[in-house]
């Protein structure tokens, strides 16, 4: 174990690939010599070269329409949207050729793509660079969603990305850059589809993800202060999603809060909240809680961004709710 | 003329198989046999033939929602083609795709697309691919005038353009995006003039002409090859049915419809054949029956085929 950063993992993870298979290759906007809008690639041009770690025009959407193409013949691409908010420009991209292609061909072809990209207010960058859309995506069979809450987990699961054979967008949060903690030296995975209880309980279940998880935790704590244990499940992967563990943990707490740093109508607080009613609404002995951003952009102004923002307060306000 | 009496013969098959592939097809679409949509190719044959002439299964193409003359060029294979068409099990993908997304990878088919435009940077992707690997393949991309109005046009040709990659872009300016004149959906009348705000050759040629087409795409796929960079080749032609079966084309003018007829492809280098002896009538007509008769045996396949077994919904989804 080391202490890294969580940028540092996820920088780390993609090193020991690259290393590995000259088939990964990265391609964005500023990957190269600039290392990156939040540093994420620093030092990776210089050490795998312009050959390898390629900056790209400002063309969301043949970065990653090239990157289909480029899977399809055979090769790994890493490619960068470096805000989650620009998704709308290469959405076709996405939506109907990395996620279609497989099984409009039968199963005949393969798509090893990993997309990075970042979400998450907190930073001042208001509405169109702070936005956390995970449930557009989770909405899109074909494709895997990836959002870490931890540097070691951002490291794992960035080489599982690159290994999956399927495209995969990683979400990296711009508040968690970072964020430092252990992580595991060498090659590390960490499987996609698989929750980590990221602190044990026994009175209600709380499942948070990205930056989500550390307010979760942080609301946890408070809770314990006041003889309330919580469970927080962290489901890092979002698509597919570990519904077991939820509901495993639902069989010890029979209580749900979900919260989320996406809005709340269509966040996929909803769907995790119908799929418990569907297959455990048995364990459930009150009503279901989401923690989640309003309906609205996210606002420039610090002090509103603040309170658009979920929080431990809010959390453990909703919480206490329930008992 | 220079080029061999085997290649000429054979883009003569190949324009007739993809002309008697999508006859049959508006046949069978018009008795209710294949669903969906089909959208032919009838008119612009000659622009598949002449510019899979110059490729081999290691080189890469994207084609468009009028996908059945790309395909059949590039080697697709007529029974699993047309089984798809009847979305049956042994179609090319295994009925999960149809006209629209037929595909073959291990030869270098990326699929018909039923986004107009999106296989631009598929195409151009596949060139990086090809330059990555330092293999001497290339990508050629087929896609209409209407796609030449996308942003995928313009990031495309940029990208391929300013990473040299062994790309070739040809578009079918076939007149019409849908319903609307390329008068009123440009300002231009040669695509290829377009060649220039990206750095690289432009030309346009008859797209009626296959030998045209073979030796304007054979330069450019030379070009790429030796890793000068990506082309782009606007060929004129004329799609003689509508944008699908069942548009009736109100929008065309009959006289151009007529004129543009007269020029059809196929008879084209029919005459040409004749005139400079390569073949006679009697040969031609035995050329026409085989071709039929391949057509015929695809249609049998297809038809004797079953359809998908329902855990193949849920099947390909991913990968693994």
């Known amino acids: 174990m080391t202490q890294m950063s969580y940028v540092e993992g996820l920088r780390d993870g993609i090193r020991i690939e690259m290393k590995k298979d000259s088939n990964i290759y990265m391609a964005g906007e500023d990957v190269g010599i600039f290392g990156g809008c939040f540093g994420q690639t620093a030092g990776l041009f210089q050490e795998f070269g312009g050959e390898r770690i390629i900056d790209t025009p400002i063309s969301e959407t043949v970065i990653v329409g090239h990157a289909v193409g480029a899977a399809a013949a055979g090769l790994r691409p890493i490619v960068e949207i470096m805000f989650i908010d620009f998704i709308g420009v290469c959405m076709d991209e996405i939506l109907n050729q990395a996620a279609k292609m497989r099984y409009m061909f039968g199963g005949k072809a393969k798509l090893p793509m990993v997309i990075r990209t970042t979400c998450g207010a907190g930073v001042g960058a208001a509405a169109q660079h702070s936005q956390s859309l995970e449930a557009f995506l989770t909405h899109i069979p074909g494709i895997k969603v990836v959002m870490p809450a931890t540097p070691a987990d951002a490291k794992g699961l960035m080489a599982a990305a690159i290994r999956d054979d399927n495209p995969v967008v990683y979400i990296e949060h711009k508040g968690l850059l970072g964020f430092k903690g252990e992580v595991p030296e060498g090659e590390y995975v960490v499987p996609l589809g698989k929750a980590d209880i990221k602190r044990e309980g026994t009175d209600v279940t709380i499942v948070a993800w990205s930056a989500m998880v550390h307010q979760a935790l942080a609301a946890a704590e408070a809770l314990a202060q006041e003889g309330i244990s919580a469970e927080v499940i962290d489901p890092r992967t979002l698509a597919p999603f570990d519904k077991d563990s939820v509901l495993q943990s639902l069989e010890k707490t029979g209580k749900l809060v979900i919260v989320h740093e996406a809005v709340k109508t269509g966040g996929l607080g909803g769907e995790i909240a119908a799929l418990v009613a569907d297959e455990g609404f048995d364990l459930l002995d009150a009503p279901i809680k989401r923690v989640t951003a309003p309906d609205c952009p996210v606002p420039f102004s610090s002090y509103l961004e603040a309170h658009y923002l979920p929080s431990q307060d809010k959390i453990v306000k909703a919480v206490k709710e329930m008992f | ?320």
């Open chain 2, 1 to 320: 003329m220079e080029i061999t009496k085997e290649k000429l013969l054979s883009f003569y098959e190949t324009m007739l198989t993809i002309r008697y592939f999508e006859e049959k097809a508006v046949e069978l679409f018009a008795a209710g046999q294949i669903p969906g949509f089909v959208h032919l190719y009838i008119g612009e044959e000659a622009v598949a033939t002449g510019a899979c002439a110059n490729l081999t299964d290691k080189d890469y193409i994207t084609s468009t929602h009028r996908g059945h003359g790309h395909l059949i060029a590039k080697g697709g294979k007529l029974d699993l083609m047309m089984a798809e068409l009847f979305g049956k099990a042994s179609g090319y993908c295994k009925g999960k795709g149809g006209s629209m997304h037929i595909a073959d990878v291990n030869l270098g088919i990326l699929g018909a697309n039923g986004i107009v435009g999106a296989g631009q940077p598929i195409a151009t992707g596949a060139a990086f691919a090809c330059k990555y690997k330092k293999t001497d393949a290339v990508s050629v991309c087929f896609f209409g005038d209407g796609a030449s109005n996308r942003g995928t046009f313009h990031e495309s040709l940029n990208m391929a353009s300013i990473f040299k990659l062994p790309a070739v872009y040809i578009c079918e300016n076939n007149m019409y995006g849908i319903s609307n004149n390329q008068k009123n959906h440009m300002n231009i009348n040669d695509i290829s003039d377009r060649a220039a705000a990206y750095g690289m050759p432009g030309m346009t040629i008859d797209g009626n002409d296959v030998i045209a087409v073979y030796e304007a795409v054979k330069e450019a796929v030379k070009r790429a090859r030796k890793g000068d960079g990506p082309s782009l080749i606007e060929c004129k032609t004329w799609r003689h049915r509508g944008h699908f079966e069942g548009d009736p084309g109100v929008y065309k003018d009959p006289k151009e419809q007529e004129t543009w007829v007269k020029k059809d492809p196929i008879i084209k280098l029919e005459e040409k054949l004749l005139e400079h002896k390569v073949v006679t009538k009697e040969e031609i007509a035995h050329l026409q029956e085989e071709a039929h008769g391949k057509i015929e045996a695809a249609v049998e396949f297809a038809k004797n085929s079953k359809d998908p077994s329902l855990d193949e919904l849920l099947t390909d989804v991913y990968a693994g």
